[in-house]
């Protein structure tokens, strides 16, 4: 619930993260046991005692006793999908189905409790629950609306007829670095993978929101974030109709307790029509930047290099065990150096998903040939990187753009039967990049995986699993991070990674007070045990328990 309206205050008798002293496995905190907080900055911290002594007078001042919880810096989540996790959170979530007929049972529930909607909508559909692919008639029937369920990665979309017909696809050709599957007879299967999925359906059921519902969904997604004890997010996949319902959001509600900031899509075109995009950003960003629009701005672009390792669409060096392919680059090498040297050229920076070895190494090469390490470019992702581009990383001041929650052990149970079990020991190398002088940013990438930051933290500081934590499988937990590390790339490393750390991510005199109480041990293993109990924003008290 949200709570009242307070602007300054005197927290006493916590333990306040104020710092660490570098990064590494052993790591340890700074804690300060006050912290005052006036007009939505943080004005001192220190003692009890010593805060004390300095405003005891101050009979206005409200004063609360944190009672021994600790204080974090507000969570920000460095990748996420805003309107898609508005929209997700009225979904069917398909994600404990086990089976095909367990997913078509779990629809056909659903279409009888809601007779009303328009469109069912459902995520969470592993590939490895159908084998042999997808066609419209294991869904048509279940029932005659469109039926939309997108992949748990969100990289591919199944249709049954009624959703084929919804959007026009029977015509409509592949978009670059996209496929709209079909039959020998040319007529779609109800599968869109990568752009297809991105490109086409994604714009299209965000366009069958009204204006108001496109408000409410956002709201929607923010509130969770504030109840999980986020106070900033990146926007990591940002289009035209998102974007003109969030600036007239914040027109119409500036109080919005979410600080956000946005990577527009680039999808892959023609050379003028790639410039043409990148232009368009370069323009938006001159207003909308960190100077004249700090919490609703655009810092550049994203590009989707490759797919995803479960759809062995990923780009990696050697073939994959099941398909005999490598995957494919979406992105021809020219391509993208033109978009780089564009973007790079204008004052963005470019937001690189790539997630198999081979697409990592073209993102890598790109921004050294055409970045200063200043300039602070990002790869998203990095699931299976070379040993030597790892080491490329820091010195050439590029973000590692992680997400923890997708190294979770029950996630991954495909990965040796894919990858083989010596590709395998690659697999989300967060510590190598750490060691080698990357910066690291923590994220999500919800709504494809859960967003709670204190479940996230726990699977990157042990690699055991937060969706099944009775088991006590690891994914090679030699490249875990260590527990202050983790919690200062959740929140440091991601405002550093949009050149916001003069504002956000840390505790210190000057900062805006965005701040989240949590009752916790500081134990990693007693992570998932831990609790936001307050979420503090610009020094008001935004959601308590």
């Known amino acids: 619930?949200?709570?009242?309206?307070?602007?300054?205050?005197?927290?006493?008798?916590?333990?306040?993260?104020?710092?660490?002293?570098?990064?590494?496995?052993?790591?340890?905190?700074?804690?300060?046991?006050?912290?005052?907080?006036?007009?939505?900055?943080?004005?001192?911290?220190?003692?009890?005692?010593?805060?004390?002594?300095?405003?005891?007078?101050?009979?206005?001042?409200?004063?609360?006793?944190?009672?021994?919880?600790?204080?974090?810096?507000?969570?920000?989540?460095?990748?996420?999908?805003?309107?898609?996790?508005?929209?997700?959170?009225?979904?069917?979530?398909?994600?404990?189905?086990?089976?095909?007929?367990?997913?078509?049972?779990?629809?056909?529930?659903?279409?009888?409790?809601?007779?009303?909607?328009?469109?069912?909508?459902?995520?969470?559909?592993?590939?490895?629950?159908?084998?042999?692919?997808?066609?419209?008639?294991?869904?048509?029937?279940?029932?005659?609306?469109?039926?939309?369920?997108?992949?748990?990665?969100?990289?591919?979309?199944?249709?049954?007829?009624?959703?084929?017909?919804?959007?026009?696809?029977?015509?409509?050709?592949?978009?670059?670095?996209?496929?709209?599957?079909?039959?020998?007879?040319?007529?779609?299967?109800?599968?869109?993978?990568?752009?297809?999925?991105?490109?086409?359906?994604?714009?299209?059921?965000?366009?069958?929101?009204?204006?108001?519902?496109?408000?409410?969904?956002?709201?929607?997604?923010?509130?969770?974030?504030?109840?999980?004890?986020?106070?900033?997010?990146?926007?990591?996949?940002?289009?035209?109709?998102?974007?003109?319902?969030?600036?007239?959001?914040?027109?119409?509600?500036?109080?919005?307790?979410?600080?956000?900031?946005?990577?527009?899509l680039v999808m892959p075109d023609s050379e003028e029509g790639c410039i043409k995009q990148v232009d368009h950003v370069i323009k938006l960003q001159q207003q909308f930047n960190k100077d004249n629009s700090p919490d609703l701005r655009i810092a550049g672009i994203k590009i989707i290099c490759d797919g995803t390792i479960d759809a062995c669409t990923a780009y990696v060096s050697k073939p994959y065990n099941t398909t005999g392919n490598t995957g494919f680059p979406l992105w021809t090498k020219p391509l993208l150096e033109v978009v780089t040297k564009r973007a790079v050229a204008g004052g963005l920076q470019i937001a690189f998903h790539a997630i198999g070895d081979a697409a990592i190494r073209m993102a890598v090469d790109s921004i050294e040939a055409h970045a200063p390490p200043s300039s602070r470019q990002r790869i998203e992702h990095l699931e299976l990187s070379a040993p030597e581009d790892a080491k490329r990383l820091g010195s050439l001041g590029i973000t590692a753009s992680v997400q923890p929650v997708h190294c979770d052990p029950a996630v991954l149970r495909d990965f040796p039967r894919i990858l083989g079990p010596e590709r395998c020991k690659r697999a989300f190398a967060y510590r190598e990049f750490a060691d080698h002088g990357a910066l690291l940013a923590l994220g999500s990438d919800s709504p494809t995986a859960p967003y709670n930051p204190l479940h996230n933290l726990y699977t990157a500081t042990t690699r055991r699993s937060a969706r099944e934590p009775e088991s006590t499988s690891t994914v090679d937990p030699h490249f875990r991070l260590g527990f202050c590390e983790a919690i200062s790339a959740y929140t440091l490393g991601a405002a550093k990674s949009v050149f916001a750390e003069d504002r956000v991510g840390s505790l210190n005199v000057g900062k805006a007070a965005d701040f989240v109480v949590v009752d916790m041990e500081w134990n990693a293993q007693t992570l998932l045990q831990a609790e936001v109990k307050e979420t503090w924003f610009a020094g008001r008290r935004v959601w308590s328990k």
């Open 1 to 264: 619930m949200a709570s009242a309206v307070v602007t300054d205050g005197l927290f006493i008798n916590g333990r306040i993260f104020t710092k660490t002293h570098g990064v590494g496995l052993e790591e340890q905190p700074v804690f300060a046991e006050s912290m005052l907080v006036r007009d939505g900055v943080i004005q001192d911290i220190g003692t009890t005692a010593e805060l004390q002594l300095k405003n005891g007078q101050d009979k206005k001042l409200h004063v609360q006793d944190l009672g021994g919880k600790t204080v974090l810096p507000g969570f920000i989540d460095s990748h996420m999908h805003l309107l898609l996790l508005g929209m997700s959170l009225k979904k069917l979530v398909l994600d404990n189905c086990k089976s095909l007929e367990e997913i078509r049972e779990t629809i056909r529930t659903y279409a009888k409790e809601h007779p009303d909607v328009p469109r069912i909508l459902a995520q969470g559909w592993m590939f490895d629950l159908t084998p042999d692919g997808v066609n419209p008639s294991m869904l048509d029937d279940l029932d005659p609306r469109p039926i939309f369920i997108d992949s748990m990665d969100f990289h591919a979309v199944w249709c049954n007829s009624a959703a084929i017909a919804d959007i026009g696809l029977d015509d409509m050709p592949d978009p670059v670095g996209g496929k709209i599957e079909r039959d020998e007879h040319g007529k779609p299967t109800g599968l869109l993978s990568e752009a297809a999925a991105i490109g086409i359906a994604w714009p299209f059921l965000a366009q069958t929101l009204s204006k108001e519902e496109r408000f409410q969904t956002i709201i929607s997604a923010l509130d969770v974030y504030n109840c999980s004890g986020y106070t900033g997010i990146v926007e990591m996949a940002m289009d035209q109709v998102v974007w003109d319902a969030l600036v007239d959001l914040r027109a119409k509600r500036p109080d919005l307790a979410m600080r956000i900031t946005a990577y527009w």
